[in-house]
């Protein structure tokens, strides 16, 4: 099937060389093809990114307004520059977008960002990765790269993938190329972006670790190579988890100062000072985001199959799970201080997105924050620059205006995300009371705190 003949020479069997040859000089002169399946949050920048230094560009996603929306070089990622969308898509052509999956055999390379959730027992959710490879499996050809960026538990790219993959009789790391290479993107971090965050890649062998390292060095300045695919997988798992276990270590301390009657904030703030030895993490009212609270769990699966615990990732769970609940505690402290029982009590959410500057409210610790004091009857609105109105099972609401009524109007004030853009010594001088779960409210004078509690 694969032996090249040309008219009157002798069948010559097409090495592993020659296939890789072909496709490291498409990456290199930046004639590769390249599909991006899952134009989300990971998916849209990257492709914009490969567009931007000229290779041509087809993503691939099952959600029709998304695929219309970049069609029409309509921006819907806070990541993306509107302008240069518009140009990539309508001026120079370089991106489309479809949900068909008969593109894939015109395609040189797919790099695979589809969701990883976890199921309601928390246990990895492959369902996405699993249809997808599904779907590119059944029009694989030889010569292509398929890449994952999905973050996973280690094994999922030769375990779960690679089987699917070999269904039509194509060869690995001779017919076509795997590898896994984690998606590190912050978003809204304006520093570190896809470009100049450095990128682990581990293939399921040589060639495909070579010829994935080369197409990620085409557009990222530093590539980290490691032994295989697993290896790449757990490198992203972990590091998530290592953000998960800190933060829960200065939760944990938060808890602790407030029965001290310590300002936790200040205590970190002199703690970071030390210049080796340490470095900053933040409490807050828990984690929240597509990573965080979910990664260190495909970890703990895993180590589960292996009978292994995993105890740091159990506990930094357990307290960061717990936070929504400790503030909850505060602010009905607060409300017993001023008389008012938990279902005469107005309170107001400021931000509610899991992180600053985003839209994004998955998983954000102010949904259960807000479920939590309804469930004591309190009737809660919110304002959120970015997030207009939300939709969580149960719970849907309209953002309301951030207005002098409003802040006057709440019983108690509880900022859970920390927007740049709104004025806080407006805020904390015009709230009735304030709990300030970020400290957001730290450069502001004594005076102007008076009505403020922090976290
Ligand atoms: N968002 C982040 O900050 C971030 C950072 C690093 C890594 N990651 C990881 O990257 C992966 C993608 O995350 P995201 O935030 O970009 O997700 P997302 O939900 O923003 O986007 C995923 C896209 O995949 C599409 N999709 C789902 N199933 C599909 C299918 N079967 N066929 C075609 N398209 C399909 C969805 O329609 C959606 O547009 C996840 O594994 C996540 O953990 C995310």
Redesign the pocket.
Known sequence: MFACASPGAKTKMRTVQDTKGELLNKIRNRTAKVGV????????PFAVEKAKVGFQVVG????VG?VAKVNAGENY?GDVDDEELKQMVLVDKRITAT?NWDVVPELDILVI????PLTRNLTPDLQ?VE??TA?VGKRIRPGQLISL????YPGTTEQIMLPKLVLTGLVPEKDFFLAHS??????GNKRYTTKNTSKVVGGIGPHSLEVAAAFYGETISHVVQVSNASAAELT?VFENTFRAVNIALVNELAMLCDRMELNVWEVLDAAFTKPFGIMPFYPGPGVG???IP??PHYLEWKAKELNFETRFIALAGEINRGMPAFVCEKAFKLLNKLGKAPSRSKVGILGVAYKRDLS?WRESPSMEVIKQLRAMNVAVTYHDPFVPQFEEHELAMTSSALTTEWLEGNDLTILITDHTGIDYKWVAETATCMLDTRNATKKLSVQSRERVTLL
């Open positions: 399946v899952g134009l989300g949050y990971v998916g849209l691939i996603d099952g959600n998304r990622i949900t960002a589809v969701p990883t996405f249809r997808v779907e960026e999905s973050t996973t984690p998606e590190r993107v912050d978003p992203k985001g597509h990573c979910l990664d994004d």
